[in-house]
């Protein structure tokens, strides 16, 4: 059961929030560097995509048995293990570049790493959310989680993109390394509560433990349903999030302003959701703040996909990114209230699996479809030319754009859908 609510929990939790905060505004500046660099080097969708690829790859080998350690060890360890490979990672690729050794499949690997020690973090940090803040406040403290990730988005690509001219690449990453110690400082400031055990917990084998999650959730139909919608909403959403920056730096001609300002838009529509929804606390049913938020997302995106400047771009990356965290929050408020803290671990990771699986997916099909299908059936003379390219223009660009609103079609279908099953109105 989560623990009362008292002021010092709700401290402990707004110092961890913070600290992460700090951290992922280092940490987006150097991704923001990172495609530019990246792009420009090969003008290839299937090199951005396979960074995505790469991160998520071993994390799905070892997310089975994440769910085991987190429920098992220490969390706040687990944390700090996260951010110091991260960093140490980072000053790899500073070498690297220092010595002009630099090259993308650096980022591939280094990705790797990173994304397998964040599974642990990410997972042990979401299963210590319930232990330190009262059930009322769950929803809050997912709207703060979006606060934070669309907050960064707003203040690094602006200082990104001006920094670059000034300090370069050498200059943000070492912005990236000192964040770091803001986020390990703030994990060594606060007690993080760990799960009480049973005894049962303590003889059961490890391959019971492996497979507890998905019985967890398989033997809760409400739960499996949601998860499997998530899924499908995910899935095209990941394949079109990937293709973002090369079809706006190809329609463009790689203006880096563009690709920013869309990202501070973005950054501010997230924050405007996550205000809301952390003021006004969300639907009293989570599951309709959840299917609204699909569909709000898609909606914003066809718009977008259409688009071909930054008038269309930035109001629909906004209204986009509004939908979110009222998406995002009444899903974790969900999973939160549902699952108990002991076991949060296991669950949480067979679900992130899932996830994992289909976002790795999408990432590894997005590239090849946009650079070998759609790019060359929308350039000139190209078969879908003649059909849709008074709405999208040709070019790389235009074919890019084309499968990004495919998939914010797919989106929005998913969000409606699921106000026609009724065992998703079981999770309130």
Not at 122 to 144: D, E, F, G, N
Not at 182 to 196: D, E, G, K, T
Request: with cysteine; charged share 5%; glycine share 10%.
């Amino acid at each position: 059961m989560p623990q009362k609510s008292n002021p010092a929990s709700m401290r402990n939790f707004l110092i961890v929030w913070l600290g992460q905060f700090v951290s992922s505004i280092g940490s987006n500046m150097t991704g923001f560097a990172i495609e530019i660099w990246a792009w420009e080097i090969t003008g290839q969708a299937t090199t951005l995509t396979l960074v995505g690829f790469f991160s998520l790859l071993p994390s799905i080998i070892i997310t089975p048995i994440s769910g085991v350690i987190v429920d098992r060890f220490n969390r706040k360890f687990l944390m700090m293990v996260g951010d110091t490979v991260a960093v140490f990672s980072t000053i790899i690729i500073l070498f690297l570049h220092l010595t002009n050794n630099l090259q993308i499949w650096h980022f591939y690997l280094t990705g790797a790493v990173v994304g397998t020690f964040n599974q642990f973090q990410s997972l042990a940090y979401s299963a210590s959310v319930s232990l330190m803040i009262p059930k009322q406040h769950y929803t809050r403290a997912s709207s703060l989680e979006f606060l934070s990730g669309y907050g960064s988005q707003i203040i690094a690509p602006a200082l990104a993109g001006y920094l670059y001219t000034i300090i370069g690449f050498t200059g943000i990453w070492l912005i990236d390394i000192s964040t770091f110690i803001v986020a390990i400082s703030s994990l060594l400031l606060v007690n993080i509560p760990q799960p009480p055990t049973t005894n049962n917990e303590n003889i059961v084998n490890i391959w019971q433990d492996l497979g507890f999650g998905w019985n967890y959730i398989t033997t809760n139909k409400s739960l499996l349903a949601l998860l499997i919608i998530n899924l499908l909403f995910w899935l095209p959403h990941d394949i079109g999030d990937s293709l973002y920056t090369p079809m706006i730096l190809s329609r463009t001609n790689n203006n880096t302003l563009v690709l920013g300002s869309l990202a501070a838009a973005a950054g501010f529509g997230g924050v405007t959701g996550a205000i809301i929804v952390s003021t006004w606390g969300g639907f009293q049913r989570k599951i309709t703040g959840v299917l609204l938020g699909m569909i709000g997302a898609g909606v914003s995106k066809i718009v977008f996909g259409f688009g071909r400047t930054a008038l269309i771009w930035i109001p629909a990356q906004f209204c986009s990114s509004v939908n979110f965290p009222l998406n995002g929050s009444s899903d974790n408020a969900i999973w939160l209230a549902k699952v108990p803290a002991n076991v949060q671990g296991r669950v949480f990771a067979a679900r992130s699996l899932l996830l994992q699986i289909g976002s790795a997916v999408g990432y590894l099909i997005a590239g090849p479809l946009a650079d070998r299908v759609f790019t060359p059936a929308l350039q000139s003379g190209g078969v879908l030319v003649g059909i849709f390219g008074g709405l999208l223009g040709t070019g790389t660009g235009a074919g890019i754009a084309f499968l990004y609103v495919i998939c914010a079609v797919c989106m929005l279908l998913v969000g409606l859908v699921g106000f026609l099953i009724p065992v998703l109105w079981h999770q309130d």
